[in-house]
């Protein structure tokens, strides 16, 4: 069965340092992978998602980047950090693009200081 | 503007009865809409994935129904149960906006025994 990684679990960190979230998925190959975002009082918003190594595209313009550097990992990075980045930040993939369903993990909790 | 709206935002109920919850959203041209489960500060859990095609799923004591043309999902929760307790969110994907999963902001769901 496929399983969806995240760490850490939780993350307090000060204004301006960097930022690396990591999420690995096991079981499946060649999946979709979305980075989330649920801020406090707000709805999930898609960061990122990914088709494949290396492909990444961007859904909201931010100081966030992502990166995939193997099949089964995908990673949320930030050089400086803002108030703003703290929520719960959310890794998924599916199958398919839009038409499948998405398997979220359990999530990283960001406080930003 | 794709927006996906939630009513009513929480929800208390005593055990055993049954329940709907609604969510409503702005684009019929939606390629699929899906329900998740939120536990407090855990990912999401998907319960029900609705095609474009289909009018509604069901699984257990969940039925879930899709209307395009009026804009409008409903959860139907029957004889609830306190394990039920959590914040249900439904979620769209629109034929015209990629991949990305718009979420509504959820129902928080109480269920007292």
Sequence with gaps: SQTIHQWPVTLVQPVGSPLSLECTVEGTSNPNLYWYRQAAGRGLQLLFYSVGIGQISSEVPQNLSASRPQDRQFILSSKKLLLSDSGFYLCAWSVGLGEDTQYFGPGTRLTVL | ?113
């Design chain 2, 1 to 113: 503007k794709q927006e996906v709206t939630q009513i009513p935002a929480a929800l208390s109920v005593p055990e055993g009865e049954n329940l709907v919850l609604n969510c409503s959203f702005t684009d019929s041209a939606i390629y699929n809409l899906q329900w998740f489960r939120q536990d407090p500060g855990k990912g999401l859990t998907s319960l029900l994935l609705i095609q474009s095609s289909q009018r509604e799923q069901t699984s257990g004591r969940l039925n879930a129904s899709l209307d395009k043309s009026s804009g409008r999902s409903t959860l139907y929760i029957a004889a609830s149960q306190p394990g039920d307790s959590a914040t249900y969110l439904c979620a769209a994907t629109f034929s015209n906006s990629g991949y990305a999963l718009n979420f509504g902001k959820g129902t928080s769901l109480l269920v007292t025994p």
